[in-house]
């Protein structure tokens, strides 16, 4: 199936800094990219959608100038965290999807899953 | 309340069934998803049901919906430590396919 990596794994920095996560769509080209956020024992919270190529459109109370995605190949999307703070320590997944958008099926606007980020700010 | 929710554990002995429920408040969800996470690993789809459809099996999956109650359920027969994992359940609306998630079930199997 396809596969979709995270890098790094996980990654400890001080308050203040910046951290950028990776997100690669390894067997197939994703037309579109998502970004989540997970905090302990809550679901998965949706951040922001990017196709290749045009901005990311971010969801409601996610602040575009804090999480910075580029979605800038077929096959690569970052998420930078800029001047982070301890309350951006979180669980980051990216999903990846390459089916066309429409009315055809789930199976067919698969998102592949990364194995997530874990990001831990002191 | 959360538009997904489902019970945070479950603990089963294996060889038998396991029953994993999730409620949602969204009545104009066209599919419901399972997905399941192992360590380390992404989500994996496992099965979706789509609203006009009462149950579908897939081999040892079994999703049952309840529209009226808005109430979905996941069984897994004859469970095996493999199947160890958290299960989420998740809905979207027509033409989205981008799932809402409830905050996961963890499933422990012990022999």
């Known amino acids: 199936g396809a596969v979709v990596s995270q890098h790094p794994s996980w990654v400890i920095c001080k308050s203040g800094t910046s951290v950028k996560i990776e997100c690669r769509s390894l067997?197939?080209?994703?037309?579109?990219m998502f970004w989540y956020r997970q905090f302990p024992k809550q679901s998965l919270m949706l951040m922001a959608t990017?196709?290749?190529?045009?901005?990311?459109?971010?969801e409601q109370g996610v602040e575009k100038d804090k999480f910075l995605i580029n979605h800038a190949s077929l096959t690569l999307s970052t998420l930078t965290v800029t001047s982070a703070h301890p309350e951006d320590s979180s669980f980051y997944i990216c999903?990846?999807?390459?089916?066309?958008?429409?009315?055809?099926?789930?199976?067919?606007?698969?998102?592949?899953f990364g194995p997530g980020t874990r990001l831990t700010v002191l | 309340g959360e538009d997904v929710e489902q019970s945070l554990f479950l603990s089963v002995r294996e060889g038998d069934s396991s029953v994993i429920n999730c409620t949602y408040t969204?009545?104009?969800?066209?599919?419901l998803y399972w997905y399941k996470q192992e360590p380390g690993a992404g989500l994996q789809l496992l099965t979706y049901?789509?609203?006009?459809?009462d149950m579908k099996q897939d081999q040892r999956l079994t999703v049952l919906l309840n529209k009226k109650d808005k109430h979905l359920s996941l069984r897994i027969a004859d469970t095996q430590t493999g199947d160890s994992a958290i299960y989420f359940c998740?809905?979207?609306?027509?033409?989205?396919?981008?799932?809402?998630f409830g905050r996961g079930t963890s499933l422990i199997v012990h022999p």
């Open positions: 999903s990846a999807r390459g089916g066309l958008a429409g009315d055809i099926s789930p199976y067919d606007n698969e998102q592949f």
């Open positions: 067997d197939f080209q994703a037309t579109t």
């Open positions: 990017s196709n290749e190529g045009s901005k990311a459109t971010y």
């Open positions: 969204d009545s104009s969800s066209t599919y």
């Open positions: 049901i789509f609203s006009n459809m």
């Open positions: 998740a809905e979207s609306i027509r033409g989205s396919y981008i799932p809402t």
